[in-house]
């Protein structure tokens, strides 16, 4: 079984932005919206413009725990999304497919969109969950508080977090890299 990870380079992060921007508004703002709300894939791409134009907390009902989530939307966010949003209706899907009338992309698609951009830059191990787990990896290297990060992802514990995020696979790497008999 592949397990996805998350985009641990900051210079990496920048190259897939730019590169989704330049192919397509929406796939960028999907990419950027994941990583910096760490939301789940099948939450992200129900959010509809009425969730996020003109707001400074996303308020969602978590569709895996069934639990109401209440987190603030950065300034810089706020400003992408206010200019993304505004020729869109209400109730437009942020992240629209192609395929139908006010449909949202759905989670193959955006499987999709995140593997061809990470690929450009040599990035393998991607899938949906790799936008939460950025967003986690490198909220904890900023932060270094695995018990927030833990109450944002709705863990039951650190360890679980810590794994999901892949760091203890970075701090088991580190203590075995010059280790050799």
Known sequence: MNFVQ????????????ASLKKGSERNYMLFSVGINTGLRISDLLKLKKKDVFKKKHLIIKEGKTG???????????????KRYCK????????????????KPLT??????ILREAAEEF?????????????????FYKKKKDVAILQKIFNHSDPGITL???????????????????
């Open 6 to 17: 998350p985009i641990r380079d900051k210079d990496v992060l920048k190259g897939i932005k």
């Open 67 to 81: 639990k109401k989530k209440t987190f603030p939307i950065h300034e810089k966010l706020q400003l992408e999304l």
């Open 87 to 102: 020729d869109l209706e209400d109730e437009d899907y942020l992240f629209p497919s192609r395929e139908g009338r006010n």
């Open 107 to 112: 989670r193959y698609m955006a499987y999709r």
């Open 122 to 138: 040599e990035v393998y191990h991607i899938g949906t969950h790799t936008l939460r787990k950025t967003f986690g990896y490198h």
């Open 163 to 181: 794994r999901y995020i892949g760091i203890i696979q970075d701090t088991i790497d580190e203590a075995l890299d010059d280790y050799f008999l």
